[in-house]
């Protein structure tokens, strides 16, 4: 099992950057995905980026060039740099992990508010 606690988030302006952080309460390592999904007000979760052990990252086509997903395993800590902000980007962001053959946990999400 781990927990995970999401922080970075924030209100900024269109065009801003943010980075997120989500700090894992064991060792990284060996846990096979790591990831980001969002959620705003009616909507579905979505999926924004993950990040695999070997480090190959996956985006959703509507934060391509924007935003990049990290993991610093010395750090336990996946990171997801938003730049280029736009007012859809605005909705709660919850980081995961999935452990083998557990299966997903999920971070408590951390809001993201995008707004002149």
């Known amino acids: 099992q781990v927990q995970l606690v999401e922080s970075g988030g924030g209100l900024v302006q269109p065009g801003e950057s943010l980075r997120l952080s989500c700090t894992a309460s064991?060792?990284?390592?060996?846990?096979?995905?790591l990831g980001w999904y969002r959620q705003a007000p009616g909507e579905q979760r979505e999926l924004v980026a993950t990040?695999?052990?070997?480090?190959?990252?996956n985006y959703a086509d509507s934060v391509k060039g924007r935003f990049t997903i990290s993991r610093d395993n010395a750090k336990n800590t996946v990171y997801l740099q938003m730049n280029s902000l736009k007012p859809e980007d605005t909705a709660a962001y919850y980081c995961?992990?999935?452990?083998?053959?557990?299966?997903?946990?999920w971070g408590q999400g951390t809001q993201v508010t995008i707004s002149l």
């Open positions: 995961y992990a999935y452990i083998r053959p557990f299966g997903n946990y």
């Open positions: 990040v695999t052990r070997d480090y190959t990252t």
């Open positions: 064991r060792s990284i390592f060996s846990i096979d995905t």
